[in-house]
């Protein structure tokens, strides 16, 4: 059955992390292009390792909804207006983080994917262990949702599926389709979510995605897919500015973590995004005005990128070009970082200290900056939101500004900014911060005309 093609979209969550919903999700991608269809993907929450696997399977751009960021109640109509301006194609699918109600700790569904469901006013595809089903009922009276529809996963050889199916429409729900257990299927995962793409992603997704649609109820699916009508109130995809200033991006196996957005509002803003490698090119770009490291795993390639000195020189010695750096590219800057097997490594060394790994997650989640004085990216007392998501701590977070997190529950100081340097474990999230680009340029145009 081919889906009309009209626009269209759904949600696909689950009760927890770790139910498959990735592998889900990228199986219904798989099986809507196979008979027609053209996917425009999302994934709500701060994650950049999901985004990876949905832009390999999808062949197109995925975008992070992020309802912290974008909250509702804090910039009201941006998160939706985020969502329509990358709904290209005809067919939306937005991937749920972690539970459907996970969000800040301690605050309800404040920041779930749920709420991106309700703002945006799609219903939801939940996928369910075999094992979670005694306790789905419970759950989803938990808060009110857009739950329509099951898929099971995990499914034992011997499942009486009419039975399944039955206790399923008791709960008012639609059993949509299921997946038997196969070890085969696993995507192996570390403390950070799933590894980055592999070469054998595309055989796993094919395998599933044939299991899966031998039990795919299409016509389910076609009833349960909401019509979505693009709203004319929405802000469409700017056209690039004729480029201005050239900013080197680091962007390789080391350095992999961004937010698509942030390289489009650079964009708009009339920068050239001009990507190297750390690890295998020699030295940085030419004619540069601002280098950006994001984050990554540089402990993962410590040797590598210790061993390129010549890189490191040319960092080092970028003494007039603004340097940004979130969370990985911060630890490369050190002096030294350590990698996975307790060794350290020489980093750039335009941070005086150490970074080392800890035991657990550190600062772990979102939370809001305030800064405590000016600097290129930040002026004195504008505030941003954020997130810190990582295993290393270092000798020097920096005091340049007070962090909080989302729930008030602690507070601390972060992020080096001097001279050029602007670099923390925090993330940076450019689309509705737009001012800290505002402030980069104004301040390259300051340096430009001294």
């Not at 909804?65 to 969502?83: I, Q, T, V």
Request: charged share 25%; hydrophobic share 40%.
């Amino acid at each position: 059955m081919i889906l009309p093609k009209e626009k269209q979209a759904f949600m696909v969550s689950a009760m927890k992390s770790g139910s498959g919903k990735t592998l889900i999700t990228l199986g219904l991608i798989n099986i809507l292009k196979k008979i027609g269809n053209t996917i425009s993907i999302y994934k709500t929450g701060p994650d950049y390792i999901d985004t990876m696997y949905h832009e390999k399977i999808a062949v197109s751009p995925s975008t992070n909804l992020d309802p912290f960021f974008l909250e509702p109640e804090y910039r009201p109509g941006e998160l939706k207006n985020l969502f329509f301006k990358n709904f290209l194609y005809d067919t939306a699918i937005i991937e749920g983080a972690m539970g459907l109600f996970d969000g800040v700790y301690g605050e309800g569904k404040r920041c779930s994917a749920c709420i991106v469901s309700e703002e945006i006013g799609v219903d939801v595809i939940l996928v369910v262990d075999m094992d979670e089903l005694e306790k789905l009922e419970e759950y989803l009276n938990k808060f009110s949702n857009r739950v329509r529809a099951v898929i099971v996963n995990k499914l034992p050889p011997d499942c009486d599926i009419e039975l399944l199916k039955t206790k399923i429409n008791a709960m008012d729900l639609v059993l949509l389709g299921y997946l038997y257990m196969d070890e085969s299927y696993r995507i192996e995962s570390r403390h950070l979510g799933l590894y980055e793409p592999q070469k054998d992603i595309f055989s796993i997704v094919d395998r599933v995605s044939e299991q899966l649609e031998k039990s795919l109820d299409f016509d389910a699916l076609y009833k349960f897919i909401v019509k979505i009508e693009c709203s004319d109130n929405f802000t469409a995809k700017s056209d690039p500015k004729i480029p201005k200033y050239r900013l080197a991006f680091a962007y390789d196996e080391a350095f992999s973590f961004t937010y698509e957005e942030n390289i489009e509002v650079l964009k708009e803003y009339g920068f050239e995004i001009v990507k190297f490698s750390p690890i295998h090119d020699k030295k940085l770009p030419d004619n540069i005005d601002a280098i950006w490291l994001s984050g990554g795993y540089p402990e993962l390639y410590a040797n590598e990128l210790s061993s390129n000195t010549s890189m490191l020189n040319s960092i080092k010695e970028a003494k007039n070009i603004p340097i940004i750096a979130e969370c990985g590219g911060f630890i490369y800057l050190h002096e030294s970082f350590e990698n996975n097997n307790g060794e350290f490594f020489k980093g750039v060394g335009l941070i005086e200290a150490k970074a080392f790994k800890t035991q657990k997650l550190v600062r772990f989640g979102y939370i809001e900056i305030e800064a405590k004085s000016d600097s290129f990216l930040m002026k004195k007392n504008q505030k941003i939101r954020s997130h810190e998501f990582h295993y290393y701590d270092s000798t020097n977070n920096g005091e340049y500004a007070h962090a909080v997190k989302a729930n008030k529950s602690k507070e601390w100081k972060c992020i080096n900014a001097y001279e050029n340097i602007f670099a923390g474990f925090p993330h940076i999230y450019l689309r509705g911060y737009e001012f800290l680009v505002e402030n980069l340029v104004e301040y390259l145009e300051r340096q430009r005309n001294v």
